[in-house]
């Protein structure tokens, strides 16, 4: 490819001390003898910034607005009393959409307590997906109730193709899970993980798979899931 | 890449001249530029949300070199590589290292405006390896062997016959016979071609929106879902990212998520914000068993100090060019290299030079609404006003333009002359003209007169007319 020189065209020995040398060089204020102070403090305290009133309400109201806007971006929403009536809504679901009895989902423990041997005449199986699931089952983590997003951590409790390669994607959350903002998610998983640190992945889900791309027309089901179905339990 | 950008003038008569791409354009404003509008509307706190975001960039461009080691440190610890890339060739050999040594036939690639902007795709072939974009939208140009034309919208110039014979055209192996008319059965099969290619792929490229410097995260926002299979199936991820995505923490990028999905698409959130640190862990059952972050430069430190550090805050939202009257009418490949529209005639300068790029700053009627709709509040037409400078300073104006621009600057200077001068030849061309109406031809005027009439001056210039009126005023003030 042509660039403005034929220098940047070679390759650059020790990239790292060039690159930091030439921002040294030209940000602004260099020499301040505060920079190094106010960059370990903004990353010490994470300070929030402006959360949106419309995330600011009490917890049930949260939870019914998670629903609405879940629903906005094509979500459903099942909202069942306990876990332990998780099974029968699952069943439901899938038998009203004439999907097969076959479903593929993590290790998480609050999904155990279901009770699956409700469903003797499904095919339930553990572990990551690799591509010929048509039904995926999930635990978030969290949820923000200002875009409907779900939040979902990867690990051997939640496997993270489980969330993209099934065309129907079925998520459960705790309503209690359920809080307005994103900021409040962070907060979680620094109390899981320590401050600074992260599961592999963590992903943030507003709606299922979709595009744009064929004449700016909207389109369900591109890469990812066709369907995302919620099931909030009230606990 | 070839780069046209300095014949934008002629690419912008053709677009213009280009019936399936005017068609296509036409889907830009019902696309876009509502869909942000009642986003906006809807969320009473935007216009603060956004100056938030711009304080956040501002401390990172501030800090940026802090920052950076901050998140390569991170980085390490959770058992990822990061890899500084000063230039797109350094960016282009540690790329082919990574996949090379996984022995890589097939690379899956997310989004990404920099591999675009570093040619990966073409460096990769000439070497052997199969790059496929997964993004519908990439997948329809890569097909067609084009570039894009929007940075979000890659295949905006496209219309769904010309993906419909695409499609039939590289899908050789389905029933010819099988009905494409419907574009939801385009969807279903770009995706049923695709998934097994994500399933093959021995490596994954994708782009990043953020570099989160607490966790040493990477991050994606996608619709699709098509990152995410690229970046969790092979066995090696690669993030490509330039030095600038860079965000101190959690909050901050949240913050910013606020107004990006708002800005490009109108949606509140897109569907796909994904969080990617280091390689899988000992407990995870997928993903990547290594995980590379290339940083690329290429010219953005040199921005850094300079009347186009602004240019630095920009989150790749597009809002700038589907607000954009000129990028709408001629389209993104008109613009003739990797950015168009408003954000690219700034940073395409920058990046490939002025004596390239130049004509791009031209290429704007300094309607504003870009910078109005900037959610990172960009000065845009001011940072294209500084290139325009730049280009005449160093002589890179046609010497034309440059003598008509001096001879008006000294007029200019000298009112009387102007007033008289401007009167001579109102008067003039409203004697000549008084019949017609308009002219259909005017020597000196050709760049006008060619596309429109000009309609012939009445009566008398600005000046008298304002000179007259405040005379009245005074008048009636009196009376």
Known sequence: MNRRSASSNRATPNGRASILAKIRKNVRNPEDPVRVARVADRLSRSPVGLIPARARKPHDKQVDLFCEQAVKVQASITRIKSIEDLPTALAEYLRDRNLPKKVRMGNAPFLKQAGWDKLPDFEISNGPSVGDDPVGLSHAFAGAAESGTLILESGSDNPTTLNFLPETHCVVIRASDISGDYETAWTAVREKYGKGNMPRTVNMITGPSRSGDIEQTLLLGAHGPRALQIFVVED | ?479
């Open chain 2, 1 to 479: 890449m070839q780069i046209t950008s300095p014949y934008f003038k002629e690419k912008s008569s053709e677009a213009l001249k280009d019936a399936n791409l005017q068609k296509a354009m036409g889907n830009v404003e019902r696309g876009f530029i509502d869909k942000r509008a009642n986003a906006a509307a809807n969320l009473p706190e935007f216009e603060a949300l956004r100056d938030r975001a711009k304080e956040i960039k501002d401390h990172v461009l501030d800090h940026l070199d802090l920052y950076l080691e901050n998140y390569e440190e991170k980085v390490q610890e959770t058992g990822g590589r990061v890899h500084w890339a000063a230039g797109a060739q350094d960016a282009r050999n540690i790329i082919l290292d990574i996949c090379k040594r996984a022995n890589a036939k097939t690379v899956t690639k997310g989004k990404s405006m920099i591999a675009e902007e570093i040619a990966i795709n073409e460096h990769l072939e000439r070497n052997g390896i199969e790059p496929i974009e997964t993004d519908l939208g990439e997948y329809i140009i890569q097909l067609r062997g084009e570039a894009p034309s929007h940075i979000i919208a890659p295949a905006v110039h496209v219309n769904k016959e010309e993906v419909e014979a695409d499609f039939r055209r590289s899908h050789r192996h389905l029933p010819p016979g099988r009905n494409l008319e419907d574009p939801t059965s385009l969807l279903s099969e770009a995706r049923s071609v695709l998934r097994d290619k994500f399933l093959a792929a021995d490596v994954g490229i994708t782009g990043a929106n953020f570099l989160v410097a607490e966790t040493g995260t990477s991050i994606i926002v996608t619709n699709e879902g098509n990152g995410d299979l690229t970046q969790i199936l092979p066995r090696v991820h690669i993030v490509l990212a330039s030095i600038e995505k860079i965000v101190p923490t959690l909050e901050d990028v949240s913050q910013i998520l606020r107004v990006l999905a708002r800005s490009a698409t109108g949606q509140d959130m897109s569907v796909y914000t994904t969080f990617s640190t280091g390689p899988r862990r000992a407990e995870d059952p997928d993903g990547p068993e290594e995980y590379h972050v290339v940083l690329l430069d290429n010219g953005r430190s040199d921005m850094l100090g300079t009347e186009f550090q602004d240019m630095l805050r920009c989150i790749r939202c597009g809002a700038c060019m589907n607000h954009c009257p000129v990028y709408n009418a001629v389209g993104g490949h008109s613009y003739g290299w990797v950015y168009p529209g408003p954000m690219g005639a700034v940073l395409t300068p920058t990046l490939i030079g002025v004596e390239k790029g130049g004509h791009l700053p031209n290429a704007s009627t300094f309607c504003g609404r870009c910078e109005s709709v900037c959610p990172m509040r960009i000065p845009l037409p001011k940072m294209m006003r500084h290139w325009r400078e730049k280009e005449f300073e160093r002589h890179l104006t046609p010497d034309g333009m440059r003598r008509g621009l001096l001879l008006w600057a000294w007029m200019a200077k000298h009112p009387k002359l102007y007033h008289a001068g401007s009167r001579l030849v109102i008067n003039m061309l409203g004697m000549i003209g008084s019949r017609k109406g308009s002219f259909k031809r005017l020597p000196l005027a050709g760049g006008w007169t060619e596309h429109r009439d000009l309609p012939v001056p009445e009566g008398q210039t600005f000046q008298q007319q304002w000179a007259a009126r405040r005379r009245n005023s005074k008048v009636g003030q009196a009376a």
